[in-house]
């Protein structure tokens, strides 16, 4: 969207706001809105609440259960205000329930047999991002500590790290809010980061790995994974990005890493596999704002 500079008086230039946007957030003559300048940008928000949030309605008659955790987090990390799913079996309503629940935010309303809905119930203000923030250095630092002292068991680590993850997605949920207008460009500054994970991975894979057959076979298989992806971000066919995840967890259970013998060839591997299904969510993502955007 661009709009011209119009002169007004001999040292004024005043620009035009869509009025869109004026009616969203129900803007009249006189009221302030907040100005910041990050770089080359002029970023124009307004502290009001948006005055009409409309329900997206979501389809899970043909969505694998599997898929359930992916799309919830979509809607959680996109920023979406209020979502409306419809056709859901039990075992979808219990991935539903549980990942609303580690979802910071989020609420479940007009629960009924087959239906819910999501709603977002208010964005975090900056001082509490940043607690959050450092909240996440210190978990990180207890994790840490934890596996220098030998004396955690997996499960205690694991909640760390869900823990870790929690907060990482409250972050990333507010910033794609407060940046609503930009949340597409939000994801897509998210993918090409694990994509560039991805490319670090592979190559230490390649310094420190024996490289043996059953590995490279199976890296023939992430190749034609990923260019199912490339074929994906052309059609956007979720029946494809569903294939997508079946196969990656097919890839998944073939490099589990032995906990009695773990080899850094596998873990290496691994870690691949890893960024690889952070790049299927955030797809995953990008692909349900993309249906908001559409049906807006």
């Known amino acids: 969207m661009r709009r011209k500079l119009v002169k007004q008086g001999p040292s004024t230039l005043t620009l035009s706001i869509p009025k869109d946007w004026i009616d969203r957030f129900n803007l009249k003559n006189g009221d302030e809105v907040d100005l910041e300048e990050v770089e080359t940008k002029l970023i124009i928000s307004s502290s009001k ?17 599997h898929l359930v955790r992916a799309i919830i987090l979509g809607i959680y990390k996109s920023g979406l205000k209020d979502v409306k799913i419809i056709n859901i079996n039990s075992k979808q309503l219990i991935k539903i329930q549980e990942m609303v629940r580690n979802s910071p935010g989020l609420e479940i309303i007009d629960s009924t047999k087959n239906s819910l809905r999501i709603i977002d119930i208010g964005t975090a203000e900056k001082d509490t991002l940043t607690k959050s923030e450092n909240q996440i250095y210190w978990k990180i630092i207890n994790v840490i500590d934890k596996i220098i002292e030998n004396k955690s068991s997996k499960e205690e680590i694991y909640s760390f790290d869900m823990e870790i993850n929690r907060l990482s997605f409250f972050i990333e949920r507010n910033l794609a809010s407060r940046f609503s207008a930009n949340a597409k460009t939000f994801l897509e500054y998210e993918k090409v980061a694990i994509l560039e994970r991805l490319g670090d991975s592979l190559r230490s894979y390649n310094k420190y790995s024996k490289k043996k057959a059953d590995e490279l076979k199976i890296l023939q298989e992430i190749s034609g994974l990923i260019e199912s992806i490339r074929t994906f971000e052309s059609n956007r066919d979720m029946i494809l990005l569903q294939k997508v995840r079946d196969n990656l967890e097919i890839i998944k259970n073939k490099t589990k890493v032995s906990e009695k013998k773990p080899e850094l060839s596998n873990v290496l591997i691994r870690a691949v596999v890893g960024n690889l299904g952070d790049l299927y969510e955030t797809l995953v993502a990008e692909n349900i704002l993309a249906f908001s955007l559409d049906n807006n």
Do not use: Q
């Open 49 to 65: 609440k948006s005055g009409v949030i409309r329900t997206l309605d979501y389809d899970f008659k043909d969505i694998s259960e």
